[in-house]
């Protein structure tokens, strides 16, 4: 291991705790190594594992990107690759309660501000990869990307990016998410049916609403402290990317923190494409087989070739 990465790995490794593993990315991208943190409790699939993809050196751009509920990085290492390809080292932390092979107990304990203490850590580690840091995330990690800009602005000396981001939740659950005692009685309700893993190798394959409250918990946090208010003087350095159709998260939070004469600032996939929350971060579509009642896998986004190239250009403005 080089020098230079010395200190982020071993940073990152007490972070999560683990044992590291370096691997390439890819045959054909050589120059381009993965520092992943493995444990016993994780799913033993990589998508899983939070990981640093670095060229060797410092960067002038270093991205730290944000999963969403539910899921892990491998959500996004199709993003996670085109910004690396770029030139951009790019962390992907992983947090709590999610990519286990228990998530049932994992949920049981989860607490939104240690998601937030994960993205705090990770942005101090991604400062030492490169020149200016930039952070983003889907749905929930774009939630929690948004929160670092606003109560530590200046850890993030670059580009706020918001993929399918959780801003507003819809009003059914809101009213299903407030109350602590409900979300308990749904979960242990939910335990019965299964352990929550399920066909897809990333993403848990039922509801937890437990984690899901944190969510509910967060998007309150940012309103009470006038999040979505206070953002718009950042609204110059904000990148979205959402499908007009999404059935989980609504784009009206989003729409007022870029400029709608701006269109290298936002890409809204137009309804007829049909494309669900997180597959506007999938370049190509999930494969695994589906088990009895779950839904089939996620379509790739036809557009995302489309959304990067803008959101490579907002990223070098």
Same mark, same amino acid.
């Given at each position: 291991m080089e020098g230079w990465i010395r200190p982020a790995a071993e940073a990152w490794r007490q972070l999560f705790d683990g044992e590291l593993e370096s691997h390439p990315v890819a045959d054909d991208s050589p &120059? %381009?190594?993965t520092l992943s943190v493995r444990r016993p409790d994780y799913r033993p699939e990589r998508g899983n594992w939070p990981r640093i993809i670095h060229h060797g050196a410092p960067s002038r751009h270093v991205l730290v990107l944000i999963h *969403?509920?539910? #899921?892990s990085p491998g959500y996004l290492e199709a993003i996670a690759l085109r910004f690396a390809a770029h030139g951009a080292n790019v962390a992907l932390p992983l947090l709590q309660a999610h990519g286990r092979r228990d998530p049932v107990r994992a949920m049981r304990a989860v607490d939104w501000r240690a998601w937030r203490a994960t993205g705090d850590r990770? $942005? &101090?580690i991604a400062a030492m990869l490169g020149e200016e840091v930039s952070i983003g995330g889907l749905s929930t990690g774009g939630a929690?990307? %948004?929160d670092k800009c606003l109560h530590e602005p200046s850890a993030i000396a670059g580009k706020l990016f918001l993929f399918s981001a959780a801003l507003a939740l819809r009003r059914h659950q809101r009213l299903v998410l407030s109350t602590g005692a409900v979300t308990r009685w749904l979960d242990a309700r939910l335990a019965r049916r299964g352990d929550g893993i399920g066909g897809d190798p990333y993403k848990y394959s039922r509801d937890f609403f437990v984690g899901a409250r944190q969510v509910y918990l967060l998007t309150r946090d940012l309103r !009470?402290?006038? *999040?979505?208010e206070s953002a718009g003087q950042? !609204? #110059? !350095?904000v990148f979205v990317a959402h499908s007009v159709v999404d059935r989980t998260i609504s784009i009206s939070a989003v729409e007022g %923190? $870029? !400029?709608q004469d701006d269109p290298g600032q936002h890409h809204i996939i137009p309804a007829a494409l049909d494309v669900a929350h997180a597959e506007l971060v999938l370049a190509e579509p999930m494969t695994h087989q589906a088990r009895p009642g779950e839904p089939p896998p996620p379509r790739a986004n036809p557009e995302f070739d489309a959304m990067m190239i803008k959101a490579l250009a907002f990223l070098d403005r």
């Open positions: &120059e %381009l190594e *969403g509920l539910k #899921d990770a $942005v &101090e929690l990307a %948004l !009470r402290r006038a *999040g979505f950042h !609204r #110059d !350095r %923190l $870029v !400029r």
